[in-house]
């Protein structure tokens, strides 16, 4: 059994797994606000990497 393989989905899949991560995002910075205030800097350049990592694969 291969667990990592290639998959291809569809763009309503993709909007659906969005949505559930925008979802859990907001669900623990709800529970956890000081510790997001506190890390902001980490999290915003962590998400800048990963744009830019997918835009990279994206475009090449």
Known sequence: M???K????TWKQIAIFKFA????G???GSYFPQFIQD???IFAV???VCT???LYVSFK
């Open 2 to 4: 291969k667990f990592l």
């Open 6 to 9: 290639s998959y291809t989905y």
């Open 39 to 41: 890390n902001l800097v």
């Open 21 to 24: 991560l925008l979802s859990i």
């Open 46 to 48: 962590i998400a800048v």
């Open 52 to 54: 830019v990592y997918t």
């Open 26 to 28: 907001t669900i623990i």
